[in-house]
């Protein structure tokens, strides 16, 4: 059964935008909040952006403020990534994830239910 469905990566240079989006089905549409997190290769997967439904209220790993916007459609079951000015060092593949209930912390990986398949982001210099 699908959960969650990322969409939008893709190649961009330096200084560009993307917008990722993630679907959410199932028990995954009952999410209280969505991430999502990114992972380069030979590193670990790390938090990037947040968003707790209950009031909108987002959080961001500090790299990317002021350049990226975390955006929840609730009526869709979507949440959007809208990236500005990417760096090469945004490459990655990046990761939707959904919890189902209220976190220690938004930024642990280890506290969401569910997973989606990961979609590719290329910033090339």
């Known amino acids: 059964q699908v959960q969650l469905v990322e969409s939008g990566g893709g190649l961009m240079q330096t200084g560009g935008s993307l917008r990722l989006s993630c679907a959410a089905s199932?028990?995954?549409?009952?999410?209280?909040?969505m991430g999502w997190f990114r992972q380069a290769p030979g590193k670990a997967r790390e938090f990037v952006a947040a968003?707790?439904?209950?009031?909108?209220?987002?959080y961001y790993t500090d790299s990317v403020k002021g350049r990226f916007t975390i955006s929840g459609d609730n009526a869709k079951n979507t949440v959007n990534l809208q990236m500005n000015s990417l760096k090469p060092e945004d490459t990655a593949v990046y990761y939707c994830?959904?919890?189902?209930?209220?976190?220690?912390?938004?930024?642990?990986?280890?506290?969401?239910?569910?997973w989606g398949q990961g979609t590719q982001v290329t910033v090339s210099s």
């Open positions: 994830a959904a919890l189902l209930r209220v976190p220690t912390s938004f930024k642990n990986a280890g506290e969401y239910d569910y």
């Open positions: 199932g028990r995954a549409s009952r999410a209280i909040g």
């Open positions: 968003i707790r439904h209950s009031g909108s209220i987002s």
